[in-house]
C-alpha cells in the first residue's frame, strides 16, 4: 500500500507540492487557534488548513506572521489553505470572500484555495448559515460558474492552486468536462468507518489530490453536524484500531493518521493540544501491512460526521 513516503509531501497536478501533514482548525476557536498553529509551526507542520466559515483566520495569520517574525519559518515554507464559503458562490462575491481571508490571514496570496461545499446559500450579510422560518435559504448558483472565477483568482496570483471539497463523483466528472484547469485537490472526509475507495480511485486515475478531514471521526464536532441517530463508538477507541496500534507500538491517531499518508492522501488532524499536535507529527518512521489495512478498511460502515443536514434539499447535495 504505498512507497514508503520520506519526501513528505505529494506533488499536485499543476506542479505544486501539498505537505502530507496538516494541522486541521475547524472548531478550534479563535484563541486556542493561534496557540495550535504556533505549537504545530513549532513541532514541523507547514500545511495549515482553514476557511472562512471558521471564523478564526484573523489568529491563525497571527500565529504564522509571529513564525515568520521570529525567523522560525519564511512564507515560502508554508502550504496555507483556504476556502470560499457557500454563501459567496455569486460571481461578484468570491473574490470578496478571498479579499476577507487574505485580509485576516495577513497574507498576499494562498497556497490552495477550495470551494468549502457545492451548495451555493443566499448572501445575508455575513450569516453562515442565512435561515428564514426555520428553513436554510439557498440558491441555484452553479458550482461550474463558480470554478470559472477560481480559475481567474489563480490566474491572478492570489491563489497557487485551486481545488474542491465536498465533491462526488459525479460532480467532479462534471467539472472536469468543463474546466480549463482541473481541481488539484478533493477535500472530504475520510477514516476507516468512512473509507470511500470508488472517490479515491477516481482522484487518483484523474490526478486529482485527496486532502483527508475528520481523520479521528471528528468525536468533537458541533451539533449542527451530527445525524440524529447516535454514533458508533468512537473510531480511537475501536477494538481494530487499538490492536493495529498496540502491534506497532503507536498510539491509534498515529496509525489513523499513517492509514492516509501511506495511501498518498494528505490528513488535517485538528488538535489543540501541544501533546497531541507533536505525536501527530511521528507517522513517517513506520508502516502499516497489507492485513492492517484489510483490518482498518474492515471497520467500512458508510458513517459520515459530517453531512450538514440542513441543506439536503439542495440538487447539488454531495452526500
Known amino acids: 500500500m504505498g512507497e514508503h513516503n520520506n519526501d513528505q509531501t505529494i ?31 513549532a513541532a514541523g507542520y507547514r500545511h495549515i488548513d482553514t476557511a472562512h466559515s471558521y471564523r478564526n483566520e484573523v489568529q491563525l495569520g497571527q500565529a504564522v506572521r509571529a513564525k515568520i517574525k521570529q525567523g522560525i519559518i519564511s ?11 457557500c454563501t459567496y458562490h455569486a460571481s461578484s462575491d468570491v473574490q470578496l470572500c478571498l479579499s476577507q481571508s487574505l485580509r485576516d490571514l495577513q497574507l498576499e496570496y494562498l497556497d490552495l484555495y477550495l470551494i468549502h461545499f457545492p451548495v451555493a ?18 440558491t441555484d448558483i452553479d458550482y461550474v460558474d463558480v470554478w470559472r472565477k477560481m480559475e481567474t483568482l489563480q490566474a491572478s496570483g492570489q491563489v497557487k492552486s485551486i481545488g474542491v471539497s465536498n465533491f ?7 467539472l472536469l468536462s468543463v474546466a480549463k484547469v482541473p481541481p488539484a485537490v478533493n477535500q472530504v472526509e475520510l477514516h476507516p468507518y468512512l473509507v470511500q475507495s470508488d472517490l479515491i480511485r477516481f482522484c487518483k486515475d ?25 454514533d458508533p463508538e468512537n473510531l480511537l477507541e475501536d477494538p481494530v484500531v487499538q490492536s493495529v ?7 491509534p491517531a498515529q496509525v489513523l493518521l499513517r492509514y492516509h499518508i501511506q495511501q498518498g492522501i494528505s490528513v488535517i488532524p485538528k488538535s489543540t493540544k501541544p501533546n497531541h499536535i507533536l505525536e ?5 518512521d513506520f508502516s502499516l501491512n497489507e492485513e492492517d489495512f484489510r483490518a482498518l478498511q474492515g471497520l467500512d460502515r458508510g458513517w459520515k460526521a459530517c453531512t450538514l443536514d440542513s441543506m439536503k434539499s439542495h440538487p447539488y447535495y454531495p452526500f
Open 206 to 230: 484523474r490526478n486529482i489530490g485527496l486532502t483527508a478531514y475528520c481523520p479521528f471521526g471528528s468525536p468533537g464536532r458541533p451539533q449542527e453536524y451530527h445525524r440524529g441517530d447516535t
Open 168 to 174: 462526488n463523483i459525479a460532480q467532479l466528472e462534471r
Open 280 to 284: 501527530n507529527t511521528k507517522i513517517f
Open 121 to 138: 446559500l443566499k448572501r445575508v450579510g455575513d450569516e453562515l448559515f442565512p435561515m428564514k422560518d426555520g428553513k436554510i435559504l439557498t
Open 75 to 85: 512564507r515560502k515554507d508554508m502550504f496555507i489553505v483556504s476556502k470560499l464559503w
Open 11 to 41: 506533488c499536485l497536478n499543476d506542479g505544486s507540492r501539498m505537505p502530507l501533514l496538516g494541522l486541521g482548525t475547524w472548531k478550534a476557536s479563535a484563541e486556542l487557534g493561534r496557540g495550535a498553529v504556533e505549537a504545530a509551526i
Open 245 to 251: 496500534a498496540k502491534k506497532h507500538k503507536r498510539s
